[in-house]
């Protein structure tokens, strides 16, 4: 009933920057919290950042100072900025998003994206 489809990405330089997003559609009365995970090979998948509704966010102290998450409301929308990029944050990055998908409910489903590929090379 949900999709999630990440964007942007690709090989960046160690100290580089780059720029993810997550657009979700389908059956959605409001997203509660959308989120950023990230595994790499050999690893544990872990969180990010995440994103309220109202703004509230929350990062892993690997990437605080240096990612920014962000969201679009009216677009269904989460971005991850991230600068100074370093070889450890080479991975899989999942968007991932709890949903209330009707108005006359308040129960939330979680949804994941089918992952977007992030190498840094060092």
């Known amino acids: 009933q949900v999709q999630l489809v990440e964007s942007g990405g690709g090989l960046v330089q160690a100290g580089g920057s780059l720029t993810l997003s997550c657009a979700a559609s389908?059956?959605?009365?409001?997203?509660?919290?959308m989120g950023w995970y990230r595994q790499a090979p050999g690893k544990e998948r872990e969180l990010v950042a995440s994103?309220?509704?109202?703004?509230?966010?929350n990062y892993s102290d690997s990437v605080k100072g240096r990612f920014t998450i962000s969201r679009d409301n009216a677009k269904n929308t989460v971005y991850l900025q991230m600068i100074s990029l370093k070889s450890e944050d080479t991975g899989v990055y999942y968007c991932?998003?709890?949903?209330?998908?009707?108005?006359?409910?308040?129960?939330?489903?979680?949804?994941w994206g089918q992952g977007t590929q992030v190498t840094v090379s060092s």
């Open positions: 991932n998003a709890e949903v209330i998908t009707r108005w006359w409910q308040d129960t939330s489903y979680t949804y």
């Open positions: 389908g059956s959605i009365f409001r997203i509660n919290v």
């Open positions: 994103i309220r509704t109202g703004g509230t966010t």
